[in-house]
């Protein structure tokens, strides 16, 4: 993987960003310790996330690699309920 610079985060803050105002992404964050990060998404299918994942700077820069894993949410707490079932 490359090296993490300001213009890789400021750029990756900004594809995020777009995808939360689409609603694709609905959670994200980096991970304790840092070792990358993980967003929570909302798709129709898999190669879907798959091509919004593709615009990623910190994947197009080999700053980032992306794995995949699907669940189907059937319990949520306050404020998530819509999550359930979707």
Known sequence: ????STADGCSHRA???KHYA?????????????TGGMI???CKSVEDLAAALA?????????????VTQF?????G????SLVGA
């Open 55 to 67: 615009q990623d700077p910190f994947h197009m820069y080999e700053v980032a690699e992306y794995r």
């Open 15 to 17: 594809f995020l960003a």
């Open 40 to 42: 929570l998404a909302s």
């Open 1 to 4: 993987m490359a090296a993490l």
């Open 78 to 81: 306050p404020g998530l309920e």
């Open 22 to 34: 689409a609603g694709t992404f609905l959670a994200s964050g980096p991970k304790e310790p840092r």
């Open 72 to 76: 189907h949410v059937r319990a949520a």
